[in-house]
């Protein structure tokens, strides 16, 4: 079976630049996480999708970040226009249930200079 | 406010020292109790969830155990290649909350052969 998948794995940008990363959850799980690390902190949540529904955008930073599901697969979360305080970590995780637990992937390392 | 607290930071063991990670939390309701795994370079990796106080699960050289206010992570007889960072996270028992994880820190755990 196969995992999480997030592309791409490492990205470079300028400040002002657009970027969107990928992620491909696990067939069958309706419950899509993204989450983020930046340097010396502790993995944080962005936001959840059941299905293609948005269930808790709570942890959204700001405006700038867009997120998508369309059709309840993969999903997309895109920067624009990207800020130096974006760099770090982002993580997709997904999940078949809301009680169990959930996989994620390698993540996606974002540089903005 | 929602808070977990991961303990020691960091922490080097030698090959068949046996020793516990502390995670302690701070949630009004508790959904479950989620421990990682993170290599470098790579997303976490499932290990175990805990659900009610008194519970416990193993899995290879490795021990999760749950109280009302704090979980451990035993380690009995590490190997070098339990080297990796631990990651505690919990999810909130309210509805308003979803099943976002909320995570600790995490401790580096180095296994010196």
């Known amino acids: 079976e196969a995992g999480v998948t997030q592309f791409p794995s490492h990205s470079v940008i300028e400040k002002g630049q657009t970027v969107t990363l990928r992620c491909d959850p696990i067939?069958?799980?309706?419950?899509l996480y993204w989450y983020r690390r930046v340097m010396g902190k502790e993995i944080k949540f962005l936001l959840h999708?059941?299905?293609?529904?948005?269930?808790?955008e709570s942890g959204m930073p700001n405006n700038r970040f867009l997120a998508e599901r369309t059709g309840g697969t993969y999903s997309t979360l895109k920067v624009q226009p990207a800020e130096l305080e974006d760099s770090g970590v982002y993580f997709c995780?997904?999940?078949?249930?809301?009680?169990?637990?959930?996989?994620f992937g390698q993540g996606t390392r974002l540089t903005v200079v | 406010e929602d808070q977990v607290t991961q303990s020691p930071e960091a922490l080097r063991l030698q090959e068949g020292e046996s020793s516990s990670l502390n995670c302690s939390y701070t949630?009004?309701?508790?959904?479950?109790l989620f421990w990682y795994r993170q290599d470098p370079g790579k997303g976490p990796e499932f290990l175990f969830t805990?659900?009610?106080a008194g519970e416990e699960k193993e899995k290879e050289r490795l021990k999760a155990t749950l109280t009302k206010k704090e979980s451990f992570l035993h380690i009995t007889a590490p190997k070098p290649e339990d080297s990796a960072t631990y990651l505690c996270?919990?999810?909130?028992?309210?509805?308003?909350?979803?099943?976002?994880?909320?995570f600790g820190e995490g401790t580096q755990l180095t296994v010196n052969p």
């Open positions: 949630v009004s309701g508790l959904r479950g």
């Open positions: 805990l659900y009610s």
């Open positions: 995780a997904s999940s078949q249930d809301l009680r169990g637990e959930a996989f």
């Open positions: 996270a919990f999810s909130p028992g309210r509805e308003t909350s979803g099943s976002r994880l909320t």
């Open positions: 067939s069958g799980h309706d419950n």
């Open positions: 999708f059941v299905k293609e529904s948005k269930q808790d």
